[in-house]
């Protein structure tokens, strides 16, 4: 039994090196403006001993939730509910 020479060892690839990564650059984030919510006094009017409401309620959810006044339309912001207000010709 002769001893049979071991074979060449495949040469090994050259290690790659990654493609550096990219930087992103960063979001800055916009500063937040506070919630304001509306002042009591602006939804109701008092002419001596009379109150007026001066917003219309919305119908499904009832008394105490005002709908929003928009250009073309009025919103409630507890529901959802609106109405839109006729064109005008």
């Given amino acids: 039994m002769s001893k049979v020479?071991?074979?060449?060892?495949?040469?090994?690839?050259a290690p790659v090196?990654?493609?550096p990564e990219e930087k992103k650059?960063?979001?800055k984030?916009?500063?937040k403006a506070p919630k304001r919510r509306?002042?009591?006094y602006?939804?109701?009017?008092l002419d001596?001993?009379?109150l007026t409401r001066l917003r219309k309620e919305c119908p499904r959810c009832g008394r105490g939730y005002f709908m929003a006044q928009h250009g073309n339309r009025l919103t409630c912001g507890h529901c959802g509910y609106t109405t839109y207000a006729k064109p005008q010709a």
Avoid: M
């Fill in 29 to 31: 984030e916009k500063p």
């Fill in 48 to 50: 001596g001993d009379k």
């Fill in 38 to 40: 509306i002042q009591v």
């Fill in 17 to 19: 090196e990654a493609p």
């Fill in 42 to 45: 602006k939804l109701y009017k």
């Fill in 25 to 27: 650059p960063e979001k």
């Fill in 5 to 13: 020479p071991p074979a060449p060892a495949a040469p090994t690839p």
